[in-house]
């Protein structure tokens, strides 16, 4: 069974920096692409950041876009959203996911799993 637990979300105050983790097990974590996911109030989920199988390949949003960085530990199971310089606009629940090919995906479908999500939320 594969599980995926994220964490490290809070409240925080714009320009502040936050670091999630997601955690996998159940799976051979290292042979499959990751990526973050968000959600806000009233919004459909959409693509925050993906990273190849060995962590060489990363994409973003442009609205995250050198702000926020994917990487991996494959030797820890785990996945890594730092997020620096935070905006209001940041807030939002994000859900880590594993994907369904070795490869970096942009959209939701590309995904097989998925955690339950962790609450970022940037004051002004």
């Known amino acids: 069974q594969v599980q995926l637990l994220e964490s490290g979300g809070g409240l925080v105050q714009a320009g502040d920096s936050l670091r999630l983790s997601c955690a996998a097990s159940?799976?051979?974590?290292?042979?499959?692409?990751m990526g973050w996911f968000r959600q806000a109030p009233g919004k459909e989920r959409e693509f925050v950041a993906t990273?190849?199988?060995?962590?060489?390949?990363?994409y973003y949003a442009d609205s995250v876009k050198g702000r926020f960085t994917i990487s991996r530990d494959n030797a820890k199971n785990t996945v890594y959203l730092q997020m620096n310089s935070l905006k209001p606009e940041d807030t939002a629940v994000y859900f880590c996911?594993?994907?369904?090919?070795?490869?970096?995906?942009?959209?939701?479908?590309?995904?097989?799993?998925w955690g339950q999500g962790t609450q970022v939320t940037v004051s002004s």
């Open positions: 996911a594993t994907g369904r090919f070795s490869g970096t995906q942009f959209y939701a479908s590309g995904y097989d799993y």
């Open positions: 159940g799976r051979t974590f290292s042979r499959y692409a």
């Open positions: 990273v190849s199988w060995s962590g060489d390949n990363t």
